[in-house]
């Protein structure tokens, strides 16, 4: 079995929180997404890390991780019989395994009371393994909703009990009103359990992409909408897109640069009926070229106004 520098693949000290684990992982996880990302082997090293993570972020798992020792990356070695008291309650045939399934097989916690050197009784039911995946939307998908398709390669036991790396197909529903950096349980989609114990979860790192439009903020949509100075001083009707359909937005008169118009309801929606709003943000937008009607008419306006901007700069 080849060693792997778990740490090091996640670009953390050894004596790393679990919060800095975590973060790392978040950080390479967006880099190496195959889907957005131009580095090269962005694929496998997108699996590296999540191997890493899978491990390190289970107290039980980076304590019997830790215990190997340190080797050079890529080492051949074998856990000492004392490992094996210790933390190996399944039987590995360790000529046909890597790390990776060394550590999937100590899914599920130890018996109750057993401490770590505890063992389950023959043939207890053993409960799936929890799996991790980044999972990155458009806009209009964590609006809607969506169905999502993707290969995973995780280690599942095979009739002889032994653990093998194999591909399984996962297709789950993502509810409409996920946001960006929410975890997403998806229940029984993990590992298969064994003896009858029930399968293991899989939990989805939702990544949203970026609208060209609308900014998000939780379920809160924000959207910048130019304004002719007319029309901010006299009020207009003026229409906007929003990911519902195209509406007519009534902006008051004496409409200021920067205030925020409320569209009730307008912004992300989930299933169990909470929803964000829409808030248009008005940006006042100077024309830049005017014909010599136009500049008379603004010097006309210059001539009769007494407003002053400035006058808080005056004392």
């Known amino acids: 079995m080849k060693y792997k520098d778990y740490y090091a693949t996640l670009g953390v000290e050894r004596s790393a929180g679990a919060d800095a684990i975590k973060a790392a992982y978040r950080k390479l996880a967006r880099k190496y997404h195959p889907d957005v990302s131009k580095e090269k082997d962005a694929e496998e090293k997108f699996k590296e890390v999540a191997e890493a993570y899978e491990t390190l972020k289970d107290p039980e798992k980076r304590a019997a991780y830790d215990q190997l020792g340190r080797h050079a990356p890529g080492d051949e070695f074998r856990p000492s019989p004392d490992w094996q008291q210790s933390f190996g309650e399944t039987q590995f045939s360790f000529d046909d395994i890597d790390l990776a399934d060394l550590f999937a097989g100590l899914a599920g916690g130890r018996a109750a009371g057993g401490g770590r ?19 990155q939307l ?73 609208h ?15 304004l002719a100075p007319w029309e901010a001083v006299l009020g207009a009707s003026v229409e906007l897109p929003t990911p ?12 200021h640069a920067g205030q ?36 008379a008419l603004f010097r006309q306006l210059a001539d009769a106004s007494t407003f002053n901007p400035r006058a808080h700069l005056a004392s």
């Open 117 to 135: 050197g505890g063992r389950r009784a023959p043939n207890a039911p053993l409960p799936g393994q929890d799996f991790e995946a980044a999972v």
């Open 138 to 210: 458009t806009f209009d998908q964590a609006y809607q909703g969506t169905e999502i398709e993707f290969d995973m390669a995780v280690a599942e036991p095979d009739e002889n009990g032994l653990l093998k790396r194999v591909s399984r197909k996962i297709k789950v529903r993502v509810p409409k009103g996920v946001t960006d950096g929410q975890k997403l349980r998806v229940p029984g989609k993990g590992g298969k359990g064994m003896n009858g114990g029930r399968d293991g979860d899989l939990y989805l790192d939702i990544q949203v992409q970026a």
């Open 212 to 226: 060209p439009l609308y900014r998000v903020e939780g379920l809160d949509l924000y959207l910048d909408v130019p």
């Open 244 to 255: 519902a359909g195209r509406i007519a937005l009534k902006v008051p008169a004496g409409t």
């Open 260 to 295: 925020k118009l409320r569209l009730a309801g307008r912004g992300l929606s989930r299933p169990d009926g909470t929803s964000g709003h829409l808030y248009a943000v008005a940006q006042i937008v100077v024309p830049t070229v005017v014909d010599d009607a136009q500049r």
